[in-house]
């Protein structure tokens, strides 16, 4: 351990810190859109950096076994002629071989989504999304098993048993959300899961399945029943102050009971936290509903407790996905308030959970087909073009820290790598002009801009003693003058179509953040004095 560092001799504030572990939730699982689009090599140039810069170790995606995967193959294409009907299914795996060959050699792992169906397996088809997905109940019980156990048992043969331990396996995505993701009840996914579940332990007891990556707290008992009700959300969409209501997870106490009754395995709970609703009022008309900025982690400590309270104690806790908003078209996810607003979100929730995966790396998306133009409100944190949004730099700056936690205060961390002792800080200014208020969705980059004008400025001092003179510290800022590239892109006047040139002016301008090197003096005593303008986000990181 480095002597500038070690945590027999630092004083921070003039107290000796005492250390606990901090988890990186924020970098253990990342998503994406579809299998299919990890084929691209765009999509694969932009995880790789995900995994080198933002420290990325799992991957999420939609649609393994969709039509344009082809894994279930029941017919020979014929090309210019009818498809000839095979006497028995057969299983392809050449194009799923290539994403997961692609994820496993950018040094990352798959979080296994088993979804949706193959057309020749479902109820009811084409539910869902540009690509048209299969979310419906099997036809037949057994030959969605067949197809799960026969891929597991694939995985297993091409890259060994110890590495497919390591993955975990999600059944299904957002059942709740009927007719889209699921067309069945709440009972019928449940016999889903236990199916899927018995079948991946038979292959192996040391796979971990969980579920049921439901969609999103409520307050009120639409999902109470088999389908959803509508009309129990009225209050809910009338309600004058959503946050004084009673959020809760759905499904989970109702998943948690049928597994516990039935001795089904469950090795995570996994569901979505997006810090929003859409009730439907009395008129049937939708209302959007924002929570307040610390929804996530208000959720996080509920979730926690019922894992705790259950007969699975032991249970990881996997957000498989969150983002501020669920809309792929919500301009917010391009500005550097985004970015502030998710740094506060990951570091409130890093003792709450397993993993928090952020929804999603890339705007290599299509779940409603490409976006219009460079800045389109995608989830991703860097856009079609591969240019960094501000929530990429905020994910770098979150990645750098260390996993021993020094200090931590409303408005930032100081760690310390436990392997060489480095220092690494995070400071931002989610502003107090907001009060308890989030960030909300914009369909428009312009309607985001007032938010620039929210205040005051943030003053962060911090003493560090026991450096070593001469220790050097980089420090990086992300705020509205610094890698703010959708204003840039506003400013040019939102082009929809980049020339290569504005596509390399817009990338200069995403990365010019503010950067300099702070020096500790010979008194060994670092006066840590950063003024953080309105949504800043500051890194600060020990160079060894």
Request: with cysteine; proline share 6%; net charge negative.
């Amino acid at each position: 351990m480095s002597a500038a560092a070690g945590s027999s001799t630092l004083l921070i504030d003039g107290r000796a810190p005492v250390e606990e572990g901090l988890r990186h939730v924020w970098s253990a699982c990342v998503g994406a859109g579809r299998a299919n689009e990890a084929l691209r090599a765009d999509w694969q140039a932009h995880f790789r950096e995900a995994v080198d810069v933002l420290g990325a170790r799992y991957v999420r995606f939609h649609g393994v076994f969709h039509d344009d995967m082809f894994v279930y193959r029941a017919s020979d294409g014929g090309g210019f002629g009818p498809p000839q009907p095979l006497a028995e299914p057969v299983y392809t795996f050449s194009y799923v071989d290539k994403v997961f060959d692609a994820v496993l050699a950018a040094g990352a792992r798959p979080f296994v989504e088993l979804g949706f169906l193959p057309r020749e397996l479902a109820t009811q088809t084409e539910t869902v999304f540009w690509w048209k997905a299969h979310c419906s109940p099997p036809q037949d019980m057994g030959r969605w098993v067949e197809l799960v156990t026969t891929t597991v048992r694939h995985w297993i043969e091409r890259y060994g048993i110890d590495e497919v331990r390591a993955w975990r396996f999600e059944v299904w995505n957002e059942p709740n959300l009927v007719p889209h993701f699921w067309t069945g009840t709440r009972t019928q996914y449940f016999e889903l899961y236990e199916a899927t579940a018995r079948a991946i332990k038979d292959i192996d007891a040391g796979l971990k399945v969980g579920g049921p990556s439901t969609s999103v707290f409520v307050p009120d008992a639409r999902y109470a029943g088999e389908t959803q009700d509508r009309s129990a959300e009225v209050a809910t969409a009338e309600a004058t102050d959503p946050d004084a209501l009673d959020w809760q997870p759905v499904w989970i106490h109702e998943f948690v009971d049928w597994c516990a009754t039935r001795d089904v395995p469950v090795d995570f709970l996994s569901t979505h936290l997006y810090p929003t609703d859409y009730a439907f009022g009395a008129d049937g008309q939708g209302r959007p509903i924002q929570r307040h900025v610390d929804a996530t982690a208000d959720d996080l400590l509920v979730m926690r407790a019922i894992i705790e309270a259950s007969p699975f104690p032991d249970a990881e806790l996997h957000i498989s996905e969150w983002s501020s908003s669920p809309s792929s078209r919500d301009r917010m996810h391009d500005t550097v308030f985004a970015a502030t607003y998710i740094t506060r979100a990951f570091l409130r929730g890093a003792a709450l959970a397993d993993s928090i995966s952020y929804w999603t790396f890339t705007d290599v998306f299509e779940e409603g087909g490409a976006g219009i133009g460079p800045f389109h409100g995608g989830f991703g944190l860097v856009n079609e073009q591969g240019i960094h949004k501000p929530t990429f730099h905020a994910m770098a700056m979150l990645a750098r820290l260390g996993d021993r936690l020094v200090l931590s205060t409303p408005h930032g961390v100081i760690t310390r790598r436990s392997e060489d002792g480095a220092l690494a800080a995070v400071f931002l200014n989610y502003p107090d002009g907001m009060g308890a208020t989030a960030i909300g969705s914009r369909t428009a980059y312009a309607e985001t801009r007032p938010l620039a004008a929210v205040g005051p400025d943030r003053a962060i001092h911090h003493t560090v003693e026991g450096l070593a003179p001469g220790t050097r510290l980089a420090l990086e800022v992300l705020d509205w003058d610094h890698g703010n590239v959708a204003e840039a892109w506003h400013r040019l006047g939102e082009p929809l179509n980049l020339t290569r040139q504005q596509t390399q002016e817009l990338r200069d301008v995403a990365d010019a953040l503010h950067r300099e090197t702070l020096v500790v003096p010979s008194s060994g005593v670092l006066e840590l004095r950063l003024d953080l303008r309105p949504w800043a986000v500051a890194s600060l990181v020990q160079e060894i």
